[in-house]
């Protein structure tokens, strides 16, 4: 009698032991699937091999979870390019008038005009080139962000710093800015994509033009990491963590639109590399990252 009931109770603990099985292997299962279907745009639901009647009734939960994520999904994104779109074609239309404008103040200023008048035609023209700046960034970072793909090729990273410095001799000769270059020996070449790679840098170094107090360091290292520092008086550690923000500007750069940095962030981390800003002892540091693979 007792070897019958030790029997029973070992093909219990048995059936007990297949079922717990079973429920973990159906949970892992579960779980790596919903894992999967949260990040792709894709119809296919979660399947559930185990037949226990309450893990099924969760994964039809979580289903339903996942068709809502993915309507909202779709909402959003669909609302997203319809607000790029109208950013464009607003930007586009806001060129026309302003050019216009631009050319009757040219008119104006050959006129003989009092003194007063003179001083308001100076102010209007100064707001009107501020709004040309502006609807020229944005329309660039709207068509910036609504491309879909870049190209990539073999990029030489010690070239391309060479060529934007070159490209910015008179502006930085302007400022009486002398770069202070440090290049590695060999190429550092990564899969980018060379247009976007020259907005980047030329961005980079438009911010620098604006903060700096007459100097700037440039310095690649064979990592692939990039660094622009110069001497920032009128900035502070708050105000450069907030650099890449859209639309943010300071006080020192009153011309500038906010939209610089925002845009070598964007094309950056599409490219596959992180940027960043940090500020020590009054110095700025812009850096920039690509990665090796």
């Known amino acids: 009698m007792v070897w019958v009931l030790a029997a029973g109770l070992a093909l219990v603990a048995l059936g007990l032991g297949i079922k717990v099985a079973l429920l973990r292997h159906g949970i892992k299962g579960l779980r790596r699937d919903l894992v999967e279907r949260r990040g792709q745009d894709t119809n296919t639901l979660l399947s559930l091999p185990c037949r226990d009647r309450e893990l099924r009734r969760l994964a039809s939960a979580l289903n339903q979870e996942l068709r809502t994520l993915r309507q909202e999904r779709l909402r959003y994104q669909q609302g997203d390019k319809e607000l790029k779109e109208a950013v464009v074609n607003i930007s586009h239309d806001l060129r026309t008038p302003l050019t216009a404008i631009s ?39 709207s068509v910036v962000v609504s491309e879909e793909n870049l190209a990539r090729e073999p990029v030489d990273l010690r070239r391309a710093v060479e060529e934007a410095l070159l490209s910015f001799y008179g502006a930085l000769e302007g400022r009486g800015i002398d770069p202070q270059v440090r290049l590695p020996e060999e190429p550092v070449v990564r899969q980018l994509d060379p247009s976007a790679l020259s907005r980047v840098l030329g961005n980079i170094l438009t911010n620098a033009l604006k903060y700096s107090a007459g100097n700037l360091e440039v310095a690649l290292e064979e990592s692939g990491r990039l660094t622009f520092s110069n001497s920032a008086p009128g900035l502070d550690p708050v105000a450069a963590g907030r650099l890449f923000d859209r639309f943010y500007t300071v006080e020192a750069a009153r011309n500038s639109t906010g939209l610089g940095l925002s845009i070598a962030k964007e094309l950056t981390q599409r490219m596959g590399g992180s940027i960043g800003a940090d500020f020590h002892n009054g110095r700025l540091t812009v850096w920039v990252k690509f990665p090796a693979g």
């Not at 308001?120 to 660039?140: A, P």
């Open 103 to 141: 050319g009757y103040l040219q008119l104006l200023k050959s006129q003989e005009l009092p003194p007063d008048a003179q001083r308001y035609l100076g102010q209007i023209e100064s707001r009107t080139e501020s709004m040309k700046r502006l609807t020229e960034e944005l329309f660039r970072y």
